[in-house]
């Protein structure tokens, strides 16, 4: 069956360094693959998609990476902020099916 | 940009009554809405996937006859969850797609908190 791993549940960082959150997924091949942010008690807010013909997208302090050989995806926030603690959701999806989520990291980017 | 509403935000009733949900797009015409619950630390789980004018699809486990979707106009979609019991409880959230938006991202309400006491 179809998974979809984020790899550490909480992720603890200083403030100003970059976080990586890592997604794995296995038994499918997604044409893509969206990063949603999610604060406590509120729906999830989209950030970046990428596509499998793209190695990498970015915009402002977000990177995203995309290897569909390792069928992986990392999520960068360089000079990270406090403001930038939240649940991160990746969601490999294929085609125009729904979107299924993964598990979730939690980043706290410590003052 | 597009927003979704989503109402009530939270709401407590006694087990045994139903409670509807409702999810409006409230600047463009949602062809397909998706409901989603998620349980304290974990993800969201999709529940079903509904399009205007048509039967909702439920993903494995859920049960439709607990959980009524109905999604008659464009911008309108609830989910009624009838009977509900302790275990019912949760974070549903629902999300929106314009049709030809199939690969764009998915536009999400802010959520329902439902208590069964």
């Known amino acids: 069956s179809q998974k979809i791993e984020q790899n550490s549940e909480a992720l603890n960082i200083q403030e100003g360094k970059t976080a990586t959150l890592t997604c794995n997924y296995t038994n499918y091949s997604p044409a893509y693959l969206q990063w949603y942010r999610q604060d406590p008690g509120r729906g999830p807010v989209f950030l970046l998609l990428i596509r499998e013909n793209e190695k990498e997208k970015r915009k402002e302090r977000l990177k995203v990476t995309f290897d569909t050989t390792l069928k992986q995806s990392l999520f960068h926030i360089t000079a990270s902020q406090p403001a930038d603690s939240a649940t991160y959701l990746c969601?490999?999806?294929?085609?125009?099916?729904?979107?299924?989520f993964g598990t979730g990291t939690r980043l706290t980017v410590i003052p | 940009g597009a927003v979704v509403s989503q109402h009530p935000s939270w709401v407590i009733c006694k087990s045994g009554t139903s409670v509807k949900i409702e999810c409006r797009s409230l600047?463009?015409?949602?062809?397909?809405m998706f409901w989603y619950r998620q349980f304290p630390k974990q993800s969201l789980m999709l529940m079903a996937t509904?399009?205007?004018?048509?039967?909702?699809?439920?993903e494995q486990g859920v049960e439709k006859d607990k959980f009524l979707i109905n999604h008659a106009s464009l911008t309108l979609s609830t989910l009624t969850v009838t009977s509900a019991h302790p275990e019912d409880s949760s974070f549903y959230i629902c999300s929106a797609r314009q049709f030809g938006t199939e690969n764009q991202p998915q536009h999400f309400g802010d959520g329902t908190r439902l208590s069964i006491l």
């Open positions: 600047d463009f015409q949602a062809t397909t």
């Open positions: 969601a490999p999806q294929t085609g125009a099916n729904n979107l299924f």
């Open positions: 509904s399009n205007e004018g048509s039967k909702a699809t439920y």
